[in-house]
């Protein structure tokens, strides 16, 4: 309830926005300013979004269920590639439905997360984003590589803390990814280099 009760005025707003944007007439410093606070509008959306999904994670009461990856990951890829038309998915998929038991929300919201933030960093020149998914002893392995430039050496060991995103959002992306992995017992870790980055997700067997 809380969410919609915050969501809406934001939405409303966005909407506005949109509305002057699609004018013909607008003059062009305008519809700068006009994009800039759309941005910002967006922006704290995101925000808010992201402090609700925290007061979830400190909810120990909350219900599992079964998520078939393989579907919800293709219909997240779909939106984000929806904000990022120009970069290229591609998803690798070795683990069959991949049917897990989680809280459905806060699973999502981890690959959700870090398929945004593949999608962020990627190349802006040719951007990649590949997911995987793997069937392993242990569980199944998803992974998100981009292609963009190598993670600077002093964020490396701040990555999963809140700090300020170099995107311009609020920084509570990957921490919110980790916090969440903690409560369902997923283990998240990541490699970077020249070739880019890439962010990996055990989801293990049940009783393991």
Same mark, same amino acid.
């Given at each position: 309830?809380?969410?919609?009760?915050?969501r809406n005025p #934001?939405?409303?707003?966005?909407?506005?926005?949109?509305?002057? %944007?699609?004018?013909?007439? %607008?003059?062009?410093?305008?519809?700068l =300013? #006009?994009?800039?606070?759309?941005?910002?509008?967006?922006? %704290?959306?995101?925000?808010?979004?992201? /402090?609700?999904? #925290? $007061?979830?994670? =400190?909810?120990?009461a909350? =219900?599992s269920?079964?998520?078939?990856?393989?579907?919800? #990951?293709?219909?997240? +890829? *779909?939106?984000?590639n929806?904000?990022?038309?120009?970069?290229?998915?591609?998803?690798q998929?070795?683990?069959?439905?991949?049917?897990?038991?989680?809280?459905?929300? /806060?699973?999502?919201?981890?690959f959700? *997360?870090?398929?945004n *933030?593949?999608?962020?960093?990627?190349?802006?020149?040719?951007g990649?984003?590949t +997911?995987?998914?793997?069937?392993?002893?242990?569980?199944?392995?998803? $992974?998100?590589h981009?292609?963009?430039?190598?993670?600077?050496?002093d964020?490396?060991?701040?990555?999963f803390?809140?700090?300020?995103s170099?995107?311009?959002?609020?920084?509570?992306?990957?921490? +919110?990814?980790?916090?969440i992995c903690?409560?369902?017992?997923w283990?998240?870790?990541?490699?970077?280099g =020249? *070739?880019?980055?890439?962010?990996?997700?055990?989801?293990?067997?049940?009783?393991q």
């Open positions: 309830v809380l969410w919609h009760q915050v #934001l939405a409303a707003i966005q909407w506005i926005l949109e509305g002057f %944007l699609s004018r013909a007439d %607008l003059r062009e410093e305008d519809r =300013e #006009l994009q800039r606070v759309y941005k910002e509008d967006r922006t %704290l959306a995101d925000l808010v979004r992201d /402090l609700l999904i #925290l $007061s979830q994670v =400190e909810n120990w909350l =219900e269920e079964t998520v078939v990856l393989e579907k919800e #990951l293709a219909n997240i +890829i *779909n939106t984000v929806q904000k990022h038309p120009d970069i290229n998915f591609y998803f998929n070795e683990a069959g439905q991949a049917p897990v038991i989680a809280v459905k929300t /806060l699973a999502l919201q981890v959700s *997360n870090i398929i *933030n593949a999608a962020e960093h990627a190349s802006k020149e040719h990649e984003v +997911i995987k998914l793997q069937k392993f002893s242990q569980g199944i392995l998803f $992974s998100c981009n292609n963009g430039a190598p993670i600077p050496y964020m490396v060991p701040k990555i803390t809140k700090v300020p170099t995107s311009g959002g609020a920084g509570l992306g990957l921490y +919110i990814v980790k916090m903690d409560y369902l017992t283990r998240v870790a990541f490699e970077a =020249e *070739n880019g980055t890439v962010f990996f997700v055990t989801i293990p067997w049940p009783n």
